[in-house]
């Protein structure tokens, strides 16, 4: 490692050495959408003595999962991790980011590599709802079949991994919404995560969102200016 870089943990970490204004995160007035958007920050620092109930975290996951996916197949699932016990043992896999300690939960978003094999079940829904012909219906459900059934491995993972993140980045505003905060990490050993927790394997981790009540403000938001990032039409 050269004078200049980290360790993986220190990296993560040195965040809570850095010395900005002790100031709360917004209490929001306003829950329009782009004033939500706007006023979401990743924040690390959270009150522990704030619980949520399993009412309020399965309020924000209905919410999340009103997102889009690959053919409506929703190939989200969700672990939350809220007992101090499983906390702890998080807290070594997420290289002891503190947040995974003190926000409310954890919650580890997977995604489904065979999410596809849903879609009987997912498509008669809409059938039922007098929203698509049953031969339509059926048709879909085998084309899908087929299709997904065909990708290969690292297809099914990235689709799940595209969807994993939308319905993230929905909860994570929806959390907002609801005076919470949130900050997605990435920062984990998969493996271990997998392996402590008993993941099953066709469900791959996507990332993990801690929720709370926030302490502490994350950082203002910094970004690269739009024109720098936006192309029309076609590249030259
Ligand atoms: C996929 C992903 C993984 C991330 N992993 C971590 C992490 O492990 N620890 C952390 O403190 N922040 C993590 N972040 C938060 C980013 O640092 C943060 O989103 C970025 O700095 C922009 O700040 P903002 O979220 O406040 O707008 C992650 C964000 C994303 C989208």
Redesign the pocket.
Known sequence: MSEKTMSKEDY?NK?QDLDFPDEQPKALQDTDFFTVAKE?????QYDSSYKMEASEIRELLETAILAPSSSNLQPWRFLVIQDQAEKEALLPI??N?Q?VMDSSAVIAVLGDRYAYKNAERIYSDIAKKGNMPEEVKDTYVASIMQNYGNFKEERLSRIAAIDG?IV?QQLMLAAKAKGLDT??????DEAKLKEAFNIPENLEPV??IAVGKGAKA??E??RLPLDDILQWNKYE
């Open positions: 993560l965040v979401r920050r990743s924040v690390r997420a290289y980011q947040q993140g993230s900050v997605p990490m990435g920062g984990y990332m993990l994350g950082f938001k910094t």
